[in-house]
Structures are given as C-alpha cells and as structure tokens.
Antibody
C-alpha cells in the first residue's frame, strides 16, 4: 500500500516561498499521478495541482502563476512550491496519489503564513 | 471551473437513521464523481468513485447514485463512526473541484 508523508516548514513569512516535500513509500512515483491539495482551517478542500512523471504538471488557475510541482524519481519524492505567500495561503497541505480518484493521502502538514 | 454544490451543509441524525447527501454540478461531469469522508484532524478518505463504485473496505451501508449533474450519497443506517464531513469531487475537467462539504453530526 502506498504511503505518503509531507514535510517542510510549518511557518512561512509573508511574501516568501512555501516549500513542501512529499515522500512516497510502498510504490514508485513513476506509477502514479501525484497531487497536492490544501484545506484552510474549518473550510473545504482546494485542489492545487498534479503531475505525472512522463507529463507536464497541471495547476489550478487560481494559483497557477505562483505554484510549481516537481518530482524526483531518484528519491521517490515530489514537491510543492508556492511563491509570494500571504495569510490566505495558511492551510493544511496534503499530498496524495491519484487524479481521477485520490486513493492515498498523506496525513497533512499545517503551514502558517505569518511574520 | 465546474462548481460543485452540496446540500445540506450540515445535518443532525441519530444512529440507525438513513442519511442522504446531495451534490449538484454546474455542468455535466459524466461519471467522474467521487465521495470522500473526512474525520476531524484526519486526511480525507475515498469512499466512492465513479458515482457508485464502493472502495475496498468501505461498508456496504454507503452507496452512491446519480447521473450528469445530480448525485446522492446515502448511508443506509448511520453508525457512530460515520459522523464526519463528506465531500463530493468532480474529476471530469480541470481544475478538479470539491463541494463545500456536508457535516454529519449526532442528534
């Protein structure tokens, strides 16, 4: 069974770049669509984007200009970067596998944007 | 973007009750409709994909129906572990979008 684990700073300053990594175990990332989502406290789920090893990433237009998703097959990890963050980017961030259906989720990592 | 609207936003029910949650898409999503369950402090869990396909290990009291733009998740006999928030998601087009969620609370 695939397992995913997010990691990265829990606190980011406004205008800086949020960087998270998702380590995948139990399967090769070359076999899956890799997705990032987020959820502000007490709110619903927002799809950030997804990538596939042999394809180009696809991003939510609401974030597209600020988001980069990349993957490193050598260490079976994929990453998320969000530039120029504001308080509105404060959320629980989830990495997940799948696209048409999201089968496996990481436990999530809380990122707070604050000075 | 395809807008997904769930109703109700919350409901109170008792153990043993039959519960139905509806999800309406702003345009047809064909069969690309999933349901997730999320408990407090936990990641969402996939319950049903492709409108009605129950995922492995999900109890048979959960079922999904619908077509095109209107979908329903039904819990036939609510159990204590079913108190959670439920989300529908369309994966017909980009960006993938979710409903706002339906919180099922204990009456």
């Amino acid at each position: 069974q695939v397992q995913l684990q997010e990691s990265g700073p829990g606190l980011v300053k406004p205008s800086e770049t949020l960087s998270l990594t998702c380590t995948v175990s139990g399967g090769s990332i070359t076999n899956y669509y890799l997705t990032w989502l987020r959820q502000p406290a007490g709110e619903g789920l927002e799809w950030i984007g997804r990538t596939y090893i042999n394809g180009s990433p696809t991003y939510n237009p609401s974030l597209k200009s600020r988001v980069t998703i990349s993957a490193d097959t050598s260490v079976n990890r994929f990453s998320l970067q969000v530039t120029s963050v504001t308080a509105a980017d404060t959320a629980m961030y989830y990495c997940a596998s799948g696209d048409i259906k999201i089968d496996y989720w990481g436990q999530g990592t809380l990122v707070t944007v604050s000075s | 973007d395809i807008q997904m609207t769930q109703s109700p936003s919350s409901l109170s029910a008792s153990v043993g009750d039959r519960v139905a949650i509806t999800c309406r898409a702003s345009q047809s999503v064909s069969a690309y409709l999933n349901w997730y369950q999320q408990k407090p402090g936990k990641a969402p869990k996939l319950l049903i994909s492709a409108i009605s396909t129950l995922q492995s290990g999900v109890p048979s009291r959960f079922s999904g129906i619908g077509t095109g733009t209107d979908f329903t998740l039904t819990i036939s006999s609510l159990q204590p572990e079913d108190f959670a928030t439920y989300y529908c998601q369309q994966t017909y087009s980009m960006p993938r979008t979710f409903g706002q969620g339906t919180k099922v609370e204990i009456k």
